[in-house]
């Protein structure tokens, strides 16, 4: 299964501060959705991108997903501690069984 | 929004023995379930497609004989690890799909050990 790569992989800041999550792919999806996970639980659904291009507002987190429906970002402004967790983005493909195609993570830890 | 459990949340047995593995949509059916496999520090890979009434459908380098599947009605799916080893050690997650929007609901997972 080809996997969506995020970038970064790893990111600490402090509270306060504003941070963006790339996905990208070399495929297109008919749709891709954010998860975050924490440490011994499953994901947790955020949003659904459908159209190229789309941008949709959650509270302080802000997602889009890329014209040509192949790549995503997620921006988080004015991180809180709460937002700490494993952040995942999973496209589903164009002409497939519809299974979820998982991004590689980006852990995020935010301090006081 | 769709619930999903998972039931046990723990497990740890002794290896050559089988472990099975339940996976429930609580307040909706679901035709497809899917079964994830999570190392930790790492992303999700999926090992199969559960649908009901029919054989799952494994992912390349899966071995259905290992990681048995059967989903017999539409709100769950089971996953037996079969006369597991050390190395089958992970995290499992299911997720079950809403037919409505085609999102998918994870449950909480499963921690498996095998001493």
């Known amino acids: 299964t080809q996997l969506l790569e995020q970038s970064p992989q790893f990111l600490s800041i402090q509270e306060g501060e504003n941070l963006t999550v790339y996905c990208n792919s070399s495929s297109v999806f008919s749709s891709l959705q954010w998860y975050r996970q924490e440490p011994g639980e499953g994901p947790v659904l955020l949003v659904t991108?459908?159209?190229?291009?789309e941008v949709k507002k959650l509270k302080r987190l802000t997602f889009q997903f890329g014209d040509a429906r192949k790549d995503s970002s997620l921006h988080i402004t004015a991180a809180q501690p709460g937002d700490t967790g494993l952040y995942l983005c999973?496209?589903?493909?164009?002409?497939?069984?519809?299974?979820?195609?998982f991004g590689t993570g980006t852990r995020l830890q935010v301090t006081l | 929004g769709a619930v999903v459990s998972q039931h046990p949340s723990r497990v740890i047995c002794k290896s050559g023995t089988s472990v099975k593995i339940e996976c429930r949509s609580l307040?909706?059916?679901?035709?497809?379930m899917f079964w994830y496999r999570q190392f930790p520090k790492q992303s999700l890979m999926l090992m199969a497609t559960s649908n009901e009434g029919s054989k799952a459908t494994y992912e390349q380098g899966v071995e259905k004989d290992k990681f048995l599947i059967n989903h017999a009605s539409l709100t769950l799916s089971t996953l037996t690890v079969t006369s597991a080893h050390p190395e089958d050690s992970s995290f499992y997650i299911c997720s079950a799909r809403e037919t409505r929007n085609n999102e998918q609901f994870f449950g909480p997972g499963t921690r498996l050990t095998v001493l």
């Open positions: 999973a496209g589903d493909r164009t002409g497939t069984a519809s299974k979820l195609t």
């Open positions: 307040d909706f059916q679901a035709t497809t």
């Open positions: 991108v459908v159209t190229g291009g």
